[in-house]
């Protein structure tokens, strides 16, 4: 007979990993969004590895994130514990976005982050992942 309490974990586990896949589609998607270029494109046929690295900047960040999300106790429903990770999913990737915007504003006033990735600046890109890597921890 299998255990309620190991079912009970093992449907936490899924729970916070489709609330994971979900942000990161968001980010690969909103970078598409906000770069306003087409993810496959940059990364299928223009080889742009500064967007990919800064899209992978911005998944390993929200990856961080949610890690702090999930560590420890998990919340006594389903419902509860979905919508604590749903939270701190959508703070985290509001939270990236504003650190970004600050970064691209205070640090970098006069550079423009987003147009050198678009125009394939490697070094661009590695200061935008590096950033979105420290803002998730």
Known sequence: ????????????????????????????????????????????????????????GGISGVALILAGATAGEAELTYLDELKMVVTYAALGLVLLKMGALINDWVILPGFSVREQIRSQNVSAGVVQASNLLALGL
């Open 1 to 56: 007979m299998v255990d309620p309490l190991t079912l009970w974990v093992w449907g936490v586990i899924a729970l916070n990993l489709a609330v994971a896949v979900v942000a990161m589609c968001l980010v690969r998607f909103g970078s598409g969004f906000w770069f306003k270029v087409s993810t496959s494109d940059e990364l299928a046929e223009r080889d742009n590895l500064a967007f990919g690295l800064s899209l992978a």
